[in-house]
């Protein structure tokens, strides 16, 4: 599938649950999957940690291609690692569909996401809650999705923090904004959903919300009948 029909389909499916696979079932991958297929998600999230740009370590792009292998899904990978710029085309490689590259990775994010495309990948810049949305404004034309962390990256399982939601707001505003996905990560789950969606946020990652559940159908369900789109 190309890029702009993968960004295509993730928009008319949106508001949209993707789950985050650091919280899944890692010894029984092939059936979290099929697990996950059946509730109908549309895509996959996955976060890959370094142990440097954030305090923990999870998988590379090893894993990605191990996933690629066994689903047709889009696979969203979420860097949160220093010199990301080093690996866009081994997880392009690995079966990444969407390569997302921290803000606060890099000194100027244009070249790398611009780097993501020429590889075949959907760009997407994150910001930590802390980080003004000023910082990606002129990367906006380059990119097809923003993800805005509502937790610090780095661990699940965090409180959600509302105060970023108004970074949807202004990211639409901003010139070239009015043309991405937003993404949010961190704490999504059915009390936090509504105000998410409501406030312009089209992909929802979640984890714990899904997987500390025996059906994952019934838990996107539940969350996706407390989405309230914002128009």
Known sequence: MSVSNMISDLRTASPTILPSMLMCDFANLADEVERLEDAGVTALHLDVMDGVFVPNFTYG????????????????????MVNPEK???????????????????????????????????????????????????????????????SVPAGFGGQSFDSSVLQKFEQIRSAPGG?????????????????VATESGAQLLVAGSAIFKYDDYA?????MMSQVKCNS
């Open 218 to 222: 019934v838990a996107i369900s539940n």
């Open 61 to 80: 792009m090893l894993l990605v291609a191990a996933i690629r292998k066994i689903t047709e899904l889009p696979l969203d990978v979420h860097l949160m």
């Open 178 to 194: 009015e043309k991405v996905l937003l993404e949010i990560d961190g704490g999504i789950n059915v009390d936090t959903i509504g």
């Open 87 to 149: 690996y866009i085309s081994a997880f392009a490689e690995a079966g990444a569909s969407v390569i997302t590259i921290h803000a606060e990775a890099v000194e100027d994010p244009i070249p790398v996401v611009q780097d993501i495309r020429k590889f075949g990948c959907a760009a997407g810049i994150a910001i930590n809650p802390l980080t003004p949305v000023e910082v990606i404004l002129p990367a906006l034309p380059y990119v097809d999705l923003v993800l805005v962390m």
